[in-house]
Nanobody, 116 residues
Framework: QVRVVESGGGLVQPGGSLRLSCAASGSIFSVTAMGWYRQAPGKQRELVAVTRNGGDTNYADSVKGRFTISRDNAKNTVYLQMNSLKPEDTAVYSC??????????WGQGTQVTVAS
């Protein structure tokens, strides 16, 4: 069984920062990619950032230069450092772990609210 657990969401003022963490645990053979997605009320879920084996990363245009994804391979953990937060960043942020020959797993999500 595989678990994916996020932490670090909360309420922050515009211009502030938050750091999200996501850990995958359980019977994992190999993680091939980990990423962050978000879904705002009334909108579709969108990719925020993803990091793949070998160091390849991708970001949504809306977060480039403000968000940084990083990964601790030994801990199967991925982080999302979010700076210069804007109200439009408000959403439920969910972590996804893609595993070699084991499929894709999602966390339960963590709420990020940017408001003054």
């Amino acid at each position: 069984q595989v678990r994916v657990v996020e932490s670090g969401g909360g309420l922050v003022q515009p211009g502030g920062s938050l750091r999200l963490s996501c850990a995958a645990s359980g019977s994992i053979f190999s993680v091939t990619a980990m990423g962050w997605y978000r879904q705002a009320p009334g909108k579709q879920r969108e990719l925020v950032a993803v990091t793949r084996n070998g160091g390849d990363t991708n970001y949504a245009d809306s977060v480039k230069g403000r968000f940084t994804i990083s990964r601790d391979n030994a801990k199967n953990t991925v982080y999302l450092q979010m700076n210069s937060l804007k109200p439009e960043d408000t959403a439920v942020y969910s972590c996804n772990a893609k595993l070699l020959r084991q499929g894709s797993y999602w966390g339960q999500g963590t709420q990020v609210t940017v408001a003054s």
